[in-house]
Nanobody, 121 residues
Framework: VQLQAFGGGLVQAGGSLRLSCAASGLTFSSYTMGWFRQVPGKEREFVACITWIGGTTYADSVKGRFTISRDNAKNAVYLQMSSLKPEDTAVYYC????????????????WGQGTQVTVSS
């Protein structure tokens, strides 16, 4: 199983970015896909997830600003980030868990390598 996250970069506060995660080696449509983020010295933090049947959940800190979506035909999950704030700066990871809803990083089976998002003030 491989998850590859990309699309990060440097953006000014108030700007937007779209992260993508390409998955291979798994039956993608049977997995809940999650986005997490981490800054140095802190624990990995839940951002959003989308279940295998399309239900979505967001962390309170990103609700109304971020949108998670998936394309099962392309084995991909996306995170559209808008109204970005400096506190959104982190390495963003995509992850997969089989047929379970979870916002806990410990329950996810597979992880991508992360993509850096930096929001300047």
């Amino acid at each position: 199983v491989q998850l590859q996250a990309f699309g990060g970069g440097l953006v000014q506060a108030g700007g937007s970015l779209r992260l993508s995660c390409a998955a291979s080696g798994l039956t993608f449509s049977s997995y809940t896909m999650g986005w997490f983020r981490q800054v140095p010295g802190k624990e990995r933090e839940f951002v959003a997830c989308i279940t295998w049947i399309g239900g979505t959940t967001y962390a309170d800190s990103v609700k109304g600003r971020f949108t998670i979506s998936r394309d099962n035909a392309k084995n991909a999950v996306y995170l559209q980030m808008s109204s970005l704030k400096p506190e959104d700066t982190a390495v963003y990871y995509c992850a997969a868990v089989y047929r379970r809803y979870s916002s806990s990083s410990t329950e996810y089976d597979y992880w991508g390598q992360g993509t850096q998002v930096t929001v300047s003030s």
